[in-house]
Structure formats: C-alpha cells, structure tokens
C-alpha cells in the first residue's frame, strides 16, 4: 500500500519538504514523481516525525528510542545543508561519506559508537541504517558481528572477526575447541602430554605424585613449594610432561563436566597388593567415557604381597588387556616408594602421548583452563592454568569465566617467575578482578573492555541459567524424537549386584529403532557427586535403584542439570526409560507468575509495539515474559515484554518497587492506569 505525502504532511502536522528532507536523508526510497511513499516507510517517518514534534521530555529520554530519536536528530541538524541532495544513487552517497578505513578485525560485539569511531561513519548514518533493517539502536547499543557486517557494508566498509577471539557465545558455552580455533598446520608444534592420575584411594596416587616430581621436575626449586598450585612439569628425557597435581576421576569429570578437556592420558594407579577395587573400575568408566588412554601404574610391587600379574588379569575383565597378553593397554609395574619403575612409566607416557601427536599454536593469543583457584592474601583472587593453545604473556588481557584482568604476575609451582607460558604449561596467574570457577577458560583478548563485555556476558548467562532451571529431560525426549540423541547413556546405582544384573537384563531387552541404550557405569552403592558430573559430562541420566541420593547433593543435581531419578520397583524404572524412549513424555505446560506492575505513562504508540513506563509494584517483570492486561480488575488483553528498560540500560530481569521503561507488544494497547499481570510459561515432565 502507498500512502500519499501531503496526505502524511497534513496528518503529521508538517510539510511536504520536510518529509522529503528526512526521506532523503535516511536514504529511504520514494516516488518522487506522485509524491507517493510505502506504507511501512509512512510509519517510520510517522514515527520519526511524530516523536520530533511532540515533547520528548526526560522520563521519554530514559526509554531507548526516545534517545536514539535524539541523536538522530541532532546528528541531522549537524549534517542538514552539507548534503541536502542526496536522494540519488547509494554509491554517490556512500562515496561522500567520511569513511577512514574499507577494513574492520573486531571482536564478537562492538557499539555503535565504536563502529562508528573506528570506521569513520557518521553515529547517526549508522543508527539510520540499522533502522532501515527493522532494527532499534540508540549509540550504546551492542551488536553482534552479523548485524555489525551487514550495516556495514553498506557503507563500503568490510568486517571481520579477529581469527583468535571466540565468539562470546562460544566463550559463555565453554566451547573450548571454537575458541581455540583452527590454526594453521604450519604453525602447530609438538606440545607437552597432560596427564590425571586415577585409582582407589591409598592405592598410592599422591605418592607416585610425589616421587616423580621431586625426581624429575623442572626448575628444581623444590624447598619453596609453599603452595599448592594443582599442577607442575617434569623434564624425560629432554621432553616436557605435564602432571595435574589432583588426583582422582572426581575433579577430572566434574572438569570434563564444564565443557573443558585437560588430559590427554590418564594414569590408572593400582595397588599390586590390593588389586582392583570399585574406585578402580569407576575411574576405568570415567577415563573411557572421556576418550582418554590409559596407561596403568601397577603400584607397590615392593610389597611382599604384591602380584602384579593377578591384578592385569583382574583388569582385562574390565576391559583393559595388557600389551604383553596380546591386549593395547600398557601396564607398567612401579614402587612410588622406591622409585622402580618410574622411569619406564614417563618412557611410556611419551610414547603415547608421540602416538597421540599432541599440537599447539604456541604463536597465537593464549587459551587456557582453570584448574584451580584461590584468594591469596597478598595477590587477591589467582588461578591456575593450564594453557592449551597460544603462549600467555605477562601483560596480556585476559577473560576467565566471569573474571577479567591483566596477567601480573605468572609463576610455577616452584615459585619460579614466568614472562611467558607455552602450550601445556601449568602458571599460576595474578591479576584477576575476582576468582573465576575451576574449569573456566581463559581467553586473550585485544583490551579490557572487551575482556570485561566478554565477563559481564557470561556472569549474565550464569545468572540466568540459576533462574532458569534446567528442563532437560524435556531436551531429551526431544533429541530422541528429533533422531539426534541415538544413544541414551545411563549410570545405573544399585543397592545391590544382583538388582544391576536384573535391571541391566531388562534394559537390554527394551527395543527402539533408532535408540540404543548404553550403561557407561554402574556400580552398588549410593549416588555420589562425581555419578552427577559424570551424567553431567556425558549427557547420561542418572538412574538409582533402592539407594539414596543424600540431601548436600541435590544442589549439584540442580546446578548441573542432570536427570537423577531414584526408584524402588524395576517395572517403573525399565517402562519410564521406555516412555522415554517413545517420546510419550510430553511436557505439561506449567504458569509461572511473576509481578504485577502499573502503566503510568505511555510514550510511544507504533503500529505493533508500545512504548510504556511502568511502576513496578510488587514480584519481577523479565524481559520477554507474558502479561495479562487488566482494566478495572478484568482481564482485557494479553500481551508481551519485548525489551525492558531501567533508566537508558536495557535490562533482563526488574524487582518490586522500581520503575522502568518496557517495550510492549499485545492483543490491545494498555493505557495509563492499567495493571499489568506478568507470568510465564514452563515446560514440566509429567513423569520419570
Ligand atoms: P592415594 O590415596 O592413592 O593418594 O594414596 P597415597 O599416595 O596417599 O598412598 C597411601 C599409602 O601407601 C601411603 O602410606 C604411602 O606411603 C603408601 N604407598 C604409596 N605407594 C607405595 C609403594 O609403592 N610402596 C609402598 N610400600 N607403599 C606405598
């Protein structure tokens, strides 16, 4: 539909020239002939006009588009005269703009006002041309490379992203792998093997530690160890290898279970005295589960009781042959006491790890992975990291979780001071705004603001992930319906061996086209942290048979998401597994009331969307939950918080007694003095 401008010009109390003028300078297309325009461009100058004329007053200054309508219009003022005649071709208008450079490397996000300062565009051409794509900025405004790219262009000037940055999205996912990126072949270089030590406790893992970092380590600094920093390096025969200094499955699957890989081979201690035991054969499950090779240390053969061979054959049940009968597993028989055998164990660590073909990056920025941190008193909030591509340097800016900062200080477990940390290099780094979370990944970026806008985005997600609980098992009947979950891997807790068997029985016999169910680990006993990192880790439900799952663990079932469900008749537990299965369990859709808020002013009235300013007046109100419209107490309409607004920041959640700006969409436009009820909707499962 076209609409005709004098018509526009009458119904906006303007002329005609000045709707050309604004036409022109916002570069939108018209027929100049029938002074005729879109529908859609009317709205805009509608838009555009009307909130020129009317009284944008403060409270309307603290709403998004009120400001950017401000600066669009003083940069017009500006700018009206130089190029009053521009409603010609885009290339003549482009090639008349200010723009210094044709190439941009920026991050994930940037500001307008940064774009526009790095680039040489006009803050308002930019703003203009955002509009033109449906899109609302004010100068603050954030946006994301895409959007960033695409505006640009227009503009002659080409983005792109910086090759060693991951995307915040890829940063807040701990994607470790899209943040390290794909180097180029030629500049990988062989990097030191990572190594976990694993077993039965007392079996001797602290020992074995301790013998061969005190035999072998680097910058032999011994005597200053005062503090545990989780991981040191050894020198074997001119070779680097790398020990994390925490041993145990535990801390390596809760690690695994925050999205970040830092072990390559995983030593399997076993006492040669005592054999394989439950925390043997759960580490067995845990390192296979992860894809780790395993070389076993088989330990304390300096022990008169010590039968090294009955503990292999123990082993190959649990499917770890040795090489010597034929099997591809390497045992090697050592004494942390004595020290016998551990030459052969570093021999065969690199070995393996030459098998492995391990490479890094060493010349691009830094990558690493918390492995521990602290608050220490006289450096504040430090960490240890393990740096998986890139070298660190003092002085570079770094993002760690939700923590930022510049490198101080960086130092090994020695003490020793580093300027700078290769690939699979363990530093204990100072410097940090605050302590970050033991599996977080540190990441060079280009300053600070960045590094605090990376931060400040996964504290956000974080924030918003404890509010919104996990739906999984939701997820998961989808990704068994959708085909992409083919196999659905379950840890299976017994009260006893005899109901494993019976349960494991009938699981094998539940049938699915498409899904085969696989038991990754079992055991007897109680349900443990380290079952719920690992069902965490491997996207395993977590099922218990007559057993218990003690009170101090339910925050960690929450705060990792996992299905844990707990039964006492093995007709439930195989036909709920079927259920789910089938794609039987829908999820019920379950009301969630939120707050309840007052309209006390409307600013903006657009065809779709509203501009409101709201008191809130007791609950929360989130950024895009539902409202109900109440009128004299009824219900009038329904409708929708687009974006919501606290003074000029755009925020995602507002408290009770606050006022704010929100944009509002709905079945009816509110008017001042109505009530608005928010609530939202979430899915629930009906059983299992
Ligand atoms: P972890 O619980 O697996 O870390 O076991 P530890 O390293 O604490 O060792 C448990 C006990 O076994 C300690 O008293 C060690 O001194 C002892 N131990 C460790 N390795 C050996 C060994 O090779 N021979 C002997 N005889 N004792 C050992």
């Given at each position: 539909m076209v609409v005709n401008i004098k018509d526009l010009a009458v119904k906006l109390d303007s002329s005609v020239e000045e709707i050309t003028k604004v036409l022109?300078?916002?570069?939108?297309?018209?027929?100049?002939?029938?002074?005729?325009v879109d529908d859609d461009i009317a709205e805009l100058i509608e838009d555009e006009l009307g909130t020129t004329k009317s009284d944008v007053d403060v409270v309307a200054g603290k709403v998004e588009e009120s400001l950017e309508r401000e600066i669009v219009k003083s940069q017009r003022k500006k700018t009206a005269g130089k190029d009053s005649n521009k409603n010609q071709s885009k290339a003549k208008d482009v090639a008349t703009l200010p723009t210094k450079v044709d190439k941009l490397e920026i991050g994930d996000v940037i500001s307008v006002k940064e774009l526009a300062e790095k680039t040489g565009v006009n803050a308002a051409r930019i703003i203009g041309e955002l509009m033109k794509n449906g899109i609302i900025a004010n100068i603050n405004q954030q946006l994301d490379?895409?959007?960033?790219?695409?505006?640009?262009?227009?503009f002659g000037v080409e983005l792109k992203r910086m090759n060693t940055t991951g995307t915040t999205d890829d940063f807040i996912e701990q994607n470790l792998s899209a943040i390290a990126g794909d180097d180029d072949v030629a500049d990988l270089i062989t990097r030191p093997p990572i190594i976990t030590v694993m077993g039965h406790v007392d079996h001797g893992k602290t020992k074995l530690l301790d013998t061969i970092r005190s035999a072998n380590v680097v910058d032999g600094e011994s005597g200053g160890i005062t503090q545990h920093i989780g991981a040191y390096q050894v020198e074997k025969n001119g070779k680097l290898i790398t020990f994390l200094d925490t041993p145990g499955h535990e801390a390596f699957t809760e690690m695994r279970s925050r999205g970040a890989k830092v072990t390559d081979i995983a030593i399997l201690v076993v006492s040669a005295a005592e054999g394989v035991k439950p925390t043997t054969i759960e580490a067995i499950n845990h390192a296979k589960e992860a894809g780790v090779p395993i070389i076993v240390a088989v330990n304390k053969i300096d022990l008169p009781a010590a039968n090294p061979d009955k503990v292999k054959a123990e082993l190959a049940e649990y499917g770890l042959q040795p090489e010597e009968w034929g099997g591809d597993t390497i045992m090697v028989s050592v004494s942390a006491l004595t020290g016998e055998g551990i030459d052969t164990l570093l021999d065969m660590i690199l070995l393996v790890a030459e098998v492995q073909n391990l490479k890094a990056n060493p010349s691009r920025k830094a990558v690493g992975t918390v492995i521990e941190t602290h608050l220490d008193p006289g450096f504040g909030p430090v960490a240890t990291v393990i740096i998986n591509t890139g070298t660190l340097n003092i002085g570079d800016t770094v993002v760690v979780g939700d923590a930022y900062g510049k490198i101080k200080v960086m130092m090994n477990h020695a003490k020793k001071k580093y300027k700078n940390a290769p690939p699979s290099t363990p530093v204990l780094i100072a410097g940090l705004s605050k302590s970050p979370q033991t599996g977080d990944i540190l990441q060079v970026l280009e300053d600070e603001k960045t590094a605090r806008d990376y931060a400040?985005?996964?504290?956000?997600?974080?924030?918003?992930?404890?509010?919104t609980s996990a739906t999984t098992m939701v997820d998961l009947a989808q990704k068994i319906k959708t085909g992409e979950m083919q196999v659905l891997k379950v840890i299976l807790k017994t009260d006893t061996k005899g109901s494993f068997e019976a349960i494991k029985q009938s699981l094998e016999k539940v049938h699915h086209d498409e899904v085969m169910i696989k038991i990754i680990h079992s055991g007897v006993g109680n349900i443990k942290e380290s079952d719920i990192a690992m069902a965490s880790a491997s996207d395993a439900i977590l099922l218990g048979f007559h057993v218990e799952i003690p009170q101090q663990l339910e925050k960690s079932i929450e705060r990792y998401g996992v299905i844990v469900k707990n039964y006492k008749i093995i007709y439930d537990l195989i036909e709920d597994t079927k259920k789910l299965l089938s794609g039987l369990l829908t999820p019920e859709i379950v009301v969630v009331e939120l707050g309840k808020a007052e309209v006390r002013q409307v600013f903006l009235t657009k065809k779709k969307e509203m501009i409101v300013g709201l008191k809130l007046t007791n609950g929360i109100l989130q950024k895009g939950c539902k409202v109900r419209v109440l009128r004299k107490g009824e219900v009038v309409g329904e409708g929708r918080i687009i974006t919501l607004q606290r003074i000029d920041k755009q925020v995602d959640e507002m408290k009770a007694e606050n006022e704010c700006g929100i944009k509002y969409t709905g079945s009816i436009p509110v008017e001042e003095g109505d009530i608005l009820e928010a609530y939202k909707t979430e899915e629930r499962q009906k059983t299992l």
């Open positions: 022109n300078e916002l570069d939108f297309g018209y027929d100049k002939e029938n002074l005729q490379i895409e959007t960033a790219t695409v505006i640009m262009a227009e400040l985005h996964v504290a956000t997600f974080r924030n918003d992930q404890r509010i």
